[in-house]
C-alpha cells in the first residue's frame, strides 16, 4: 500500500536545564534569526546564549526543568496520524521535526527514510508563515533530505491563517471564556497575542504580520459578538531592534487604566510552551495584577482540539491532491506582492 510521510515542523526546546545553552545558541545561530555572516553570527550567538542562558534556565524551572513542546507535539503528530488513517486509502505515518533542538531535521530524516515513503508532506505548526520560522524549517529540512539522500516526492505546505478548523478551535474557547465573563459583569477587552518579530524583517517583505492580523480577523468574525473590544499585540521582544507593536505587556496595562479585564488568545501558537506557561500565565498574569486589571484570563492553545486536527489532516489532503512543490489550501488567498519573503512570491 501507498505510503505518506507527514513531518510536523516546531521551534523545539530544551529537554533539561543543561540544553538550555546550546539550544539557544542553535537558536542565535540561524541565519534567519540573525544575518551575520560566519564567523560572526557564530561568536555573537556564543554570547547571547551565555548571556541569556541563567534567565531562560529560571523559565524552564517553572515547567519542571523542561520544555513541554516536544511532548504536546508528539501528542498532536499521534492524533494526526489516526485521523489520517482513517480512511485506509493509504498508510500516514508522522514524524515531528524540530528546529533547534532535538529531533532535528537531519535524525527526522534519516528516519522517515528509514519508513521509505513514496510521498512527504511538511506541515508546520507555525499557522502564518515567516521567514523566521516555516522558513528556516524548509530550509533546514531540504540540507538535511539531501544530506541523507531522501528523495521521495515532496509537498509543503506554507501557511494556513484562515484554516476553518484552526479557526473554529480558536473561537470555540475566545466563546467560553466571553460567556464566562459576561455572566460575572466585567467589561472585557480581547488581546490576541502573537510572538513578535523585528520591524526590519516585515519591511524587508515578511508576510507574517498579516497573516496574524488575517487569523484575528476570521476568529473576529466566527465568535460573532457585535462590538467586540480587540486589538492584535506582540510578545516575546527581545534585543534592541525594533518589534511589531503594540506589545502585549502595554496592552495588558492599558486594560488596567481602563478597568477592562483582558482576555488573552494566543493566535499564533498551537500548543503551550514557555510563552504561554511562563510568559502569559505567570510574568503576565502578575503584571496585570499590578496594573489593576479586574480579571486576567489565558484562552489555550488549540492543542489536540478535534475541530484543529482535523484541519490539519484536511491540509494534508489538499497538499497530496495539488502536486505542488509549495502549496497553500485552496481558496487561500495569497500574499500581497509587496511581501516578497512569501514563497509563492518567491
Known amino acids: 500500500m501507498a505510503k505518506t510521510a507527514v513531518v510536523l515542523f516546531n521551534l523545539g526546546g530544551p529537554d533539561r536545564l543543561q540544553s538550555v545553552r546550546p539550544f539557544l545558541f542553535n537558536l542565535f545561530n540561524d541565519p534567519a534569526i540573525i544575518g551575520l555572516p560566519l564567523p560572526a553570527r557564530w561568536l555573537l550567538a556564543q554570547f547571547i546564549a551565555a ?29 494526526l496520524q489516526e485521523t489520517l488513517n482513517e480512511s485506509g486509502a493509504r498508510i500516514y505515518q508522522v514524524f515531528i521535526a524540530m528546529r533547534y533542538w532535538h529531533p532535528m531535521s537531519r535524525e527526522t530524516a534519516a528516519e522517515v527514510k528509514r519508513f521509505d515513503p513514496d510521498r512527504i508532506v511538511l506541515l508546520p505548526l ?151 506557561l511562563v510568559e502569559l500565565d505567570i510574568d503576565y498574569r502578575k503584571l496585570a495584577e499590578e496594573a489593576g486589571v479586574p480579571r486576567y484570563i489565558r484562552v489555550g492553545t488549540v492543542g489536540g482540539d478535534p475541530a484543529f486536527i482535523d484541519a490539519l489532516a484536511t491540509l494534508v489532503q489538499q497538499a497530496e491532491a495539488t502536486g505542488a512543490a509549495i502549496c497553500r489550501r485552496p481558496g487561500e488567498t495569497g500574499c500581497p506582492d509587496n511581501f516578497q519573503r512569501c514563497p509563492h512570491i518567491e
Open 51 to 79: 548571556r541569556r542562558a541563567p534567565i531562560a534556565r529560571q523559565i524552564y524551572a517553572h515547567m519542571g526543568g523542561t520544555s513541554p513542546l516536544l511532548n504536546n507535539t508528539r501528542a498532536q503528530a499521534q492524533m
Open 126 to 276: 507555525y499557522p502564518q508563515f515567516s521567514a523566521t520560522t516555516t522558513g528556516s524549517s524548509l530550509d533546514a529540512w531540504r540540507k538535511a533530505a539531501k544530506s541523507v539522500a531522501l528523495e521521495a516526492g515532496t509537498r509543503a505546505l506554507c501557511c494556513y491563517p484562515t484554516a476553518p478548523g484552526f479557526v473554529a478551535a480558536i473561537a470555540g474557547k475566545l466563546r467560553a471564556a466571553l460567556a464566562d465573563l459576561r455572566a460575572s459583569g466585567h467589561n472585557a477587552r480581547v488581546l490576541f497575542s502573537a510572538h513578535g518579530l523585528p520591524k526590519r524583517l516585515v519591511a524587508a517583505g515578511d508576510p507574517y504580520q498579516w497573516q496574524v492580523e488575517r487569523s484575528v480577523a476570521a476568529v473576529v468574525a466566527a465568535v460573532d459578538v457585535p462590538g467586540l473590544e480587540h486589538v492584535v499585540c506582540y510578545q516575546s521582544r527581545v534585543g534592541p531592534l525594533e518589534w511589531l507593536g503594540p506589545s502585549t505587556d502595554a496592552e495588558i496595562a492599558r486594560c488596567g487604566r481602563d478597568r477592562r479585564a483582558a482576555v488573552v488568545v494566543p493566535i499564533a501558537f498551537v500548543s503551550e510552551h514557555s510563552e504561554t
